[in-house]
């Protein structure tokens, strides 16, 4: 059964994927990327970013907004670069640019100037989790600033144009401060409102599924081995973080 939101992309032709809360928030988009390809969709990549585009050699688009390109540097926090690394290997030829975090006023004008450059049509806001359904007066709303900032620029932008604009919360239960009854809720009010445009399920079986699988356990065939050895030690040390806060969760 296909959901509404995929009906809903059915007519779009060239669509941006961008990462509203920063850090991994367009890695998890990448299913979504991987899905729209294979529709033989343009897409290109965005995010709100947590990494020194500034002084890694990305190309400067206008102030807070970076293109990644060749020339930008390997360092060992790049979540942007890292998926281009990846994406280049599979033969595509992605365009991702990284936001510096700013205001909404800044956000809406690169957001603006990412949908003329690209002629985008469609725009995926993608956030890793689901504190982006929170209104903020909630108890435990997450991490919500970076993410309202996303939806408010990227509201600014297109309000006044045929742009569609979409919201996906990929994650549900990820985020420890989470107040996901009252997340429950909100999702209640967007169905009432007629905005909820249905769930699924990603599973290491579907195409989409293999692919995120790989890009969470690449290693860029260009890195030296003492930046593969560090990627390596970061991801286990988030593994071994993960494991050790269910068990403090179970133990008190």
């Not at 990448?30 to 890694?56: C, W």
């Not at 050699?57 to 998926?83: A, C, G, Q, W």
């Not at 006023?105 to 957001?111: D, L, N, P, R, V």
């Not at 996901?180 to 409102?193: D, I």
């Amino acid at each position: 059964m296909k959901i509404p939101f995929f009906d809903k992309l059915d007519n779009a032709e060239k669509v941006l994927i961008a990462g509203a809360g920063g850090g991994y928030d367009m890695v998890s988009g990448m299913p979504l990327y991987s899905y729209l390809r294979g529709q033989g969709k343009a897409v290109v990549l965005a995010n709100l970013s947590f990494s020194q585009l500034d002084l890694t050699n990305n190309r400067l688009v206008m102030p807070h907004l970076y293109e990644i390109t060749d020339t930008s540097e390997h360092v060992r926090y790049f979540p942007e670069k890292h998926v281009r690394d990846w994406l280049i290997e599979r033969d595509e030829c992605p365009h991702i640019y990284g936001i510096k975090v700013s205001g909404v006023q800044e956000m809406s004008a690169m957001y603006q100037q990412l949908i003329d450059i690209h002629d985008i049509d469609s725009v995926i806001l993608a956030d890793g989790g689901t504190d982006s359904l929170m209104f903020g007066d909630e108890v435990q709303v997450g991490t919500i600033v970076e993410d309202s900032c996303s939806i408010l620029g990227l509201y600014e932008a297109t309000k006044n144009s045929d742009v569609k604009t979409y919201l996906s919360a990929i994650g549900f239960g990820v985020e420890h401060d989470l107040n996901h009854y009252a997340c429950l809720q909100n999702m209640s009010a967007l169905m009432r409102a007629g905005d909820y445009l249905g769930a699924f399920s990603l599973t290491q079986e579907m195409p989409e599924g293999k692919a995120f699988i790989e890009l969470v356990n690449y290693q860029p065939s260009r890195l030296s081995p003492q930046h593969r050895h560090q990627q390596c030690q970061s991801r286990y040390a988030g593994r071994v973080w993960q494991f050790s806060q269910r068990r403090t969760r179970q133990k008190y």
